[in-house]
């Protein structure tokens, strides 16, 4: 099994700089997990410390049950990809997939049949003779992911591997990733910045900022059920839309979002009233909702909470149409059917309560929402 339990982990460097703060995570056997953020969040650090490369400050780190603080790099049954694929340019693709094996005086004959076996999962037979040097960058990259692999190590990590590539090559190698990894069911921790790369890869995302993990949960539960700012916008292209008002609470179970003199005024009542945590008697919030969770009311038809709001802008695209309309003196994103059309200046009417909405404590940041909301 290999589990991997950070419990109350910090990275401090020198005697003031927190990389990372009291980390406590549990990544389960064979799962697929990202570190996902911003440069300097913490993330590499993070990644660094299971392979060995940095000591931990503070806490402690388990694989499988077993504590690995100060356990040697190499006996910790640990891989790790490389953003710089990390490959001796002037040995051939074989001899670099060979090299862990080497080191260990691996016989010949096995090192050619463990070769010969992961090169067929990376399709990598015809590349074999080639030097390094001469590959092209998703080629290395498999190079270096088979030299990873060729150790069945039971922990495999991988420090931004295709952010080098061009953006088609990007989305081939994650799928192969993906797929791979699902196929030798190897436990996984893969650093990016890129939000995409994670949702379409991850069974679970730590998202982090400043060292700290802001939250952890599988794709969907992120997207939808962000627990704080940093998540609904750093989570979601294009970015969520934020309104800031004033909560209040009218009595009846019905709760009145509103922005004094600035035309937001909108009055939640059942279920979505209910989904606000009653924990929050009222006060300043920010109201969140996606592009496409806004429904354009055209004249005459019933809204549960229509606010106006004027066109600035509208882009028209094949897939997804937008439009930036001014509510109040907010300007926000809305996802059109390409059907619609619209022109600068023109009046709308966007139903905010009847798609899914958000709500955050100003002062905390922090969603509102009841946690079967979230």
Same mark, same amino acid.
Not at 8 to 32: H, P, R
Not at 140 to 162: C, F, N, T, Y
Not at 339 to 363: I, M, P, Q, T, Y
């Given at each position: 099994? +290999?589990?991997?339990?950070?419990?109350?982990?910090?990275?401090?460097? &020198?005697?003031?700089?927190?990389?990372?703060?009291?980390?406590?995570l !549990?990544?389960?056997?064979?799962?697929?997990?990202?570190?996902?953020?911003?440069s300097?969040?913490?993330?590499?650090?993070?990644l660094?410390?299971?392979?060995?490369?940095?000591?931990?400050?503070?806490?402690?780190?388990?694989?499988?049950?077993?504590?690995?603080?100060?356990?040697?790099?190499?006996d910790?049954?640990?891989?790790?990809v %490389? @953003?710089?694929?990390?490959l001796?340019?002037h040995m051939?693709?074989?001899?670099?997939?060979? %090299?862990?094996?080497?080191l260990?005086?691996?016989e010949?004959r096995?090192?050619?049949?463990?070769?010969?076996?992961?090169?067929?999962?990376?399709? $990598?037979?015809?590349?074999?003779?080639? $030097?390094?040097?001469?590959?092209?960058?998703?080629?290395?990259?498999r190079?270096?992911?088979?030299? +990873?692999?060729?150790?069945?190590?039971?922990?495999?990590?991988?420090?931004?591997p295709?952010?080098?590539?061009?953006?088609?090559?990007?989305?081939?190698?994650? &799928?192969?990733?993906?797929?791979?990894?699902? $196929?030798?069911?190897?436990?996984t921790?893969?650093v990016?910045?890129? !939000?995409?790369?994670?949702?379409?890869?991850?069974?679970?995302?730590?998202?982090?900022? $400043?060292?700290v993990?802001? !939250?952890?949960?599988?794709?969907?539960?992120?997207?939808?059920?962000p627990?704080n700012?940093?998540?609904a916008?750093?989570?979601?292209?294009?970015?969520?839309?934020?309104?800031?008002?004033?909560l209040?609470?009218?009595?009846?179970?019905?709760?009145?979002?509103?922005? +004094?003199?600035?035309?937001?005024?909108?009055?939640?009542?059942?279920?979505?009233?209910?989904a606000?945590?009653?924990?929050?008697? &009222?006060?300043e919030?920010?109201?969140g909702?996606?592009p496409?969770?806004f !429904?354009?009311v055209?004249?005459g038809?019933?809204a549960?909470?229509?606010?106006?709001?004027?066109?600035?802008?509208? @882009?028209?695209?094949?897939?997804?149409?937008?439009? @930036?309309?001014?509510?109040?003196?907010?300007?926000?994103?809305?996802?059109c059917?390409?059907?619609?059309?619209?022109?600068?200046?023109?009046?709308?009417?966007?139903?905010? +309560?009847?798609?899914? %909405?958000?709500? %955050?404590?100003?002062?905390?940041?922090?969603?509102?929402?009841?946690?079967?909301?979230?």
């Amino acid at each position: 099994m +290999a589990e991997i339990a950070f419990r109350g982990v910090w990275k401090i460097y &020198g005697k003031t700089v927190e990389a990372v703060k009291d980390m406590n995570l !549990q990544i389960k056997d064979g799962e697929f997990v990202s570190l996902l953020g911003p440069s300097g969040c913490g993330k590499s650090s993070t990644l660094r410390m299971v392979a060995g490369l940095e000591e931990i400050s503070r806490g402690d780190l388990s694989i499988g049950g077993r504590r690995i603080n100060d356990v040697e790099p190499g006996d910790r049954d640990v891989a790790m990809v %490389f @953003e710089n694929y990390a490959l001796f340019p002037h040995m051939s693709s074989y001899d670099n997939i060979a %090299f862990p094996l080497t080191l260990r005086g691996t016989e010949k004959r096995e090192i050619r049949r463990k070769v010969e076996e992961i090169s067929k999962l990376l399709d $990598l037979d015809g590349l074999l003779k080639t $030097l390094a040097v001469n590959l092209g960058g998703g080629e290395k990259q498999r190079v270096g992911i088979a030299r +990873a692999l060729i150790r069945k190590s039971s922990v495999l990590l991988m420090d931004e591997p295709i952010s080098h590539l061009d953006a088609d090559l990007r989305a081939r190698t994650r &799928g192969e990733l993906a797929r791979l990894q699902r $196929l030798l069911g190897i436990t996984t921790v893969y650093v990016t910045h890129d !939000q995409l790369e994670a949702l379409a890869m991850s069974d679970r995302i730590a998202v982090m900022n $400043l060292g700290v993990v802001q !939250q952890y949960g599988a794709p969907d539960e992120l997207y939808n059920h962000p627990a704080n700012t940093f998540v609904a916008r750093f989570i979601g292209e294009p970015p969520m839309n934020f309104i800031p008002c004033t909560l209040q609470r009218n009595g009846g179970g019905k709760v009145r979002l509103v922005s +004094a003199g600035r035309g937001f005024d909108v009055e939640l009542a059942g279920g979505q009233a209910a989904a606000v945590d009653p924990a929050f008697g &009222g006060g300043e919030v920010l109201f969140g909702i996606r592009p496409l969770d806004f !429904q354009i009311v055209s004249e005459g038809s019933p809204a549960k909470a229509a606010v106006k709001g004027g066109v600035l802008n509208y @882009e028209a695209g094949c897939e997804h149409s937008y439009m @930036e309309a001014k509510v109040c003196e907010y300007t926000v994103l809305v996802e059109c059917s390409p059907a619609l059309s619209f022109s600068e200046g023109d009046a709308v009417s966007l139903d905010v +309560a009847a798609g899914r %909405f958000h709500l %955050f404590d100003r002062k905390t940041e922090k969603s509102i929402m009841k946690p079967e909301a979230r």
